[in-house]
Structure formats: structure tokens, C-alpha cells
């Protein structure tokens, strides 16, 4: 779509909305169901260090209706319970593999989880959060062959495509890693969401607008977009707490604005599943601003309508930013 189209591409929200993509493709709602399947990550366990990334607090990913002690089945029924009260015309269900790495571990250990998830008689397929350096070949086999009969969506931690940003949070890999396992993954057909924090420390906007154009090379299908909070008991929270000015916070509006830059620096086949997080606010530091998740796309479509602009706007043409006067 060209920057001089005269019909805005999206409709109302002029971005790739992974949920009306989703619906359209499945003839309604995909909703995923948390389960916790009791997985680590090498940044903890030692393999690659024990402190983990400085911004992880695995309790600000867990819902609360969710216990840890239950089998994946009981974990199944009780989110289901939960979220046809909230959705109650969702046709799918999947059960999302979330905290931790979710690919990291024996491989029998892992078809064994994944095969539990799936014989749920409600369950259509699975979301499978993990980092990039944790997808071994037989394990990208085995989900390219679930994928032929179920919904599968593997959401790969990005969380920057900035080598300075990914060393500071002691992420333990580098934007060359998740380059490697994206290309991987969708070599076998597998569909490919990634997640990224925008505001890490040593990122500034020029940094992030071009991971914009860096993941729009890669044969990703969704994105997750998160500002950076700081969640109690993290390093990132005591370094800042020791600290303010070695982690600079976004503000509401500057993120709202960044989301816009980044969205129109976007390649439009990208689906935005999330453009931001909602940590439990007692586990929440900072900012001080709290935007509900359901605030964040009328805030940004509001944006992209007073520029007049939408996703891809600028993607491929070499315009850098809002503030180049292209724009009002
Ligand atoms: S963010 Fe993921 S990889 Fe990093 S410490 Fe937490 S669970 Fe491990």
C-alpha cells in the first residue's frame, strides 16, 4: 500500500489486527487457555546463567485462576471455566504454553505435555511461548507435524532486535539467534509470532524503529508488542530502584507515539496480537501509568487517524520517523 493511498488499508484500526485475521481465518475467536507445564529456561537453570533475563518475573505472566500443581487437564477446565464466562461465543480454544521456555527439556517430556494439551476435547491446537536458542531440530519437526492437524503458533522471544539491549538484560542470545530460529521455524510451514519489549535499556527510538524493519525481513506472521515494566523482585526493578536515571521509563504518550512510528515503519503482512503488557499491579513498579490492555488499540488507531498514516505507511520507503515533516 502506498504512504499515498487514498483509502486507508484495515478498516477502522489501520493496523493488522491478528484478531480479525484469526477470526476471518477460523470463522471465529482463537482463544488461548494458560497452562503451566512446570518447564525452566537455561537463563535460570544454569546452562546459560541463574539469574535470568534482569526484566523477568515469571509470576507477571501467570493468571490467577491457574494452578501450578494441577495436571494440564485440570489446568485446561479451570481456564476454560474462567474465559467462556468472559467469551462466550469463542469457537477455539488453544492452550498456550507460556511461562518459561516452553521447547526446553527432555523431547519425550515435551510430546507428552503438548499430547495432554491436545486430547483435551475443547482444546483446537497450542501457543508455544519459548526462547530462540531453544528449538532443536527434532522439536521443530514434531510441531511442523502437529501443525498439519492442529493450530500451532510458536511465539519466540525476541524481546529486541538490538545486540546492546539483549546483552544489558542479560537476555543470553543475540538478534542473529532469533534471526536463525525464525527462519527455521517457518522454513517447515510453522506460523511464527514474536515478542518484543519496546524501552529496554540502550534502546532509544531510531534502535527500535529499525527493529521494526528488521523483523518486517523475516518471515515472522505475528508480534507481540510490550512496554517495559519493571515487576518487583527483578534486577532491572533493584537497578532502577538504586537507580532511576539507569533505566529511563516510557511515558504514556511517548509510548503511544512510538507504537504509531513503529506500526507505520511495520510490514503490513505482520499481525499485532499485543501491543502492550498488564502486569497485576501488585507486582507492579513502574511506570506509574496504567493503560488497560483494551485501551491500547483505540489509543494508537486514534493516532495513526490524527497522522493519517497506518501500518506499513513507511515500511520500505526509507522515511525514518514522525518528526521528518512528512506528517502533521
Ligand atoms: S524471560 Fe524467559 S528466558 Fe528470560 S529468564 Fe525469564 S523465563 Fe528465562
Redesign the pocket.
Known sequence: MSPHSATPPFGDRRYNAWNEATKARHGGRVQKVSVAAGF?????DGLLGTG??T??N?AGFTPSYLDRRWSIHQQIDAGLGFLRRRYPRTRHFIAYFQ???NTYGEFERLRACYEEALSHPEISGLAIGT?PDCLPEPVLDYLAELAEKHIIELEI?V?SCNDAALARVN??HDFAASEEAICRAATRGLEVTAHLILGLPEEDRASMLDGARRLSALPVRGLKLHQLELVRGTELARQWQQDPNAVRLLGEDEYIALLADFIEHLSPEIQLQRLGSEVPPKLKLAPQWNLRLHELPPRVTAELVRRNTWQGYRFGTGLLNASDGIHP
Open positions: 525452566t529456561c537455561p537463563n535460570r535470568g533475563c526484566f523477568c515469571n511461562s518459561y521456555s526462547r522471544g524481546e537476555r543470553g
